[in-house]
Nanobody
Framework: VQLQASGGGLVQAGASLTLSCAASGAAFSRSTVAWFRQAPGKEREFVAALFRGSSSTHYASSVKGRFTISRDSAKSVVYLRMTSLKSEDTSVYYC???????????????????WGQGTLVTVSS
């Protein structure tokens, strides 16, 4: 699966932004999809995921209630709708796809097979 993330930019605190991740490859429809992020000087962290074959979503506690992950299977696109953005949301955001991961590993980087190149989100306070 090849992934291409887009939609990042510079926004003010409190604003909303939607990231997109366009996918190619037949395996995408059977994959769990996720967003991770990496802030300057920090390790990459899990943000949100949509488990394969279901509508089951999972979020990091820091974004729960503010971010929404969704999927348009017909277009092979995954979205991350981000609202009430905070300065601490400033990061490079990566989309990822995992073909065989199990639910208990959904937040682990190592569980994902394919990664997009990242898109930068900067939130000014």
């Amino acid at each position: 699966v090849q992934l291409q993330a887009s939609g990042g930019g510079l926004v003010q605190a409190g604003a909303s932004l939607t990231l997109s991740c366009a996918a190619s490859g037949a395996a995408f429809s059977r994959s769990t999809v996720a967003w991770f992020r990496q802030a300057p000087g920090k390790e990459r962290e899990f943000v949100a995921a949509l488990f394969r074959g279901s509508s089951s979503t999972h979020y990091a506690s820091s974004v729960k209630g503010r971010f929404t992950i969704s999927r348009d299977s017909a277009k092979s696109v995954v979205y991350l709708r981000m609202t009430s953005l905070k300065s601490e949301d400033t990061s490079v955001y990566y989309c990822a796809a995992g073909r065989r991961l199990i639910l208990s590993t959904i937040g682990r980087e190592s569980a994902y097979d394919d990664w997009g190149q990242g898109t930068l989100v900067t939130v000014s306070s």
